[in-house]
């Protein structure tokens, strides 16, 4: 039996003790009989059952009221019992074990999470909730839309979560841009940069997983790939017309051709393709490639998992250039030629 507060412990002793004398004198002193046989049982299991909550189930004295408790990940039910013992959130390890072997938790589960609780709490009330994962606080919704830089991405995270320190997000961010998979996250309003990174960057290794296979096969890294996605991210809309850009792209990479899209000017400098001048596309930057043959260094942005796709399965055909209107309609051409009749037609 594990240790208990020694300040409940010894009330439930002392009022045990009461109950006890109180017993002698009924048996001694009035004419037994079955009624008050059956009263002073019923008297005895009152008091141990309240004996019993009071030493095992009911809330501890320093109960952490409005602090997060954290549960890790793979706890078992154990180590999470263990854990809320240390916090003072319950009494003891196993009473909380003989409460899911009862059935009062959901089968074997203890959901991980950074736990609210707003007042002292029963240790039913606390299983029930570890459980089924009840953090009891709201979460805050943050949606990180498709085709954002890391830089993007820290100003919005840091207007949504308290304790978002930016600067320190971006010294952890450093060297994974494109690395950090733009989703809809619940973030708990204690999560600092830390958090916020490591969940982000999971998600991009759950979502990449099940591409791993292929991307070998391709003959290109991971990196290449998500280079490429980032590229096309912002140079298609649809689905059809990223794989026919991605098919463009790889061809040209591969005889030699500079690649020649706009899509890294605002990552360079902020500009878009509206708004480039002929110096623009001169600017000295091995992220230029107007000025430098093959891939960037690294992505510019954060794709998404269709971008993903079509990196890794262009589709080929017949075009070596393309342009988007300004309605956002695709041109596709087969000679310089061809693309130049486009520009002018389609483009200021």
């Avoid at 009891?136 to 820290?154: C, D, F, K, N, S």
């Avoid at 840091?158 to 961010?173: A, D, H, I, S, V």
């Avoid at 059809?240 to 463009?248: A, N, T």
């Avoid at 087969?334 to 002018?344: A, C, F, I, Q």
């Amino acid at each position: 039996m594990d240790p208990i507060n020694n300040t409940p412990a010894k009330e439930a002793s002392t009022f045990l003790a009461k109950i006890d004398r109180l017993t002698g004198y009924l048996f001694t002193r009035i004419i037994p009989n079955h009624r008050n046989i059956a009263i002073t049982i019923c008297a005895v299991a009152i008091v141990l059952l309240f004996g019993t909550y009071i030493s095992f189930f009911s809330a501890p004295k320093d109960f952490p009221i409005k602090e997060f408790i954290e549960i890790e990940k793979g706890a078992s039910i154990q180590t999470a019992a263990e854990a809320l013992k240390e916090k003072q959130v319950i009494k003891s390890v196993t009473a909380m074990k003989m409460m899911y072997k009862l059935g009062l938790g959901d089968g074997d589960n203890v959901i991980a999470g950074e736990y609210f609780f707003e007042a002292k709490l029963p240790l039913w009330t606390v299983v029930w909730r570890v459980s089924r994962g009840n953090l009891g606080v709201e979460y805050i919704r943050v949606t990180i839309p498709e085709g954002l830089t890391l830089a993007q991405m820290g100003k919005l995270l840091e207007k949504k979560l308290p304790n978002f320190n930016r600067g320190r997000y971006t010294l952890l961010t450093r060297g994974q841009e494109g690395f950090l998979f733009p989703d809809t996250y619940f973030f708990a309003p204690t999560a600092t940069e830390d958090d916020v990174v490591e969940e982000m960057r999971q998600n991009f290794e759950d979502k990449i997983d099940p591409f791993r296979k292929d991307v070998g096969i391709s003959g290109r890294s991971l990196e290449e790939i998500i280079t490429m996605a980032s590229i096309i991210e912002k140079e298609g809309i649809t689905s059809e017309s990223r794989r026919v850009i991605s098919g463009i792209l790889w061809k040209r990479i591969e005889a030699g051709m500079k690649l020649q899209v706009d899509a890294v000017f605002p990552y360079i400098f902020g500009k878009n393709t509206f708004d480039l001048t002929r110096k623009d596309l001169q600017f000295d930057s091995p992220y230029n490639t107007y000025r430098y043959e093959g891939l960037p260094p690294g992505p510019i942005a954060s794709p998404s998992i269709d971008s993903i796709e079509a990196a890794l399965y262009p589709e080929m055909s017949p075009y070596w250039f393309y342009l988007s209107d300004m309605r956002s309609q695709m041109h596709y051409a087969r000679t310089y030629d061809e693309h130049l009749k486009y520009k002018n037609k389609y483009l200021p």
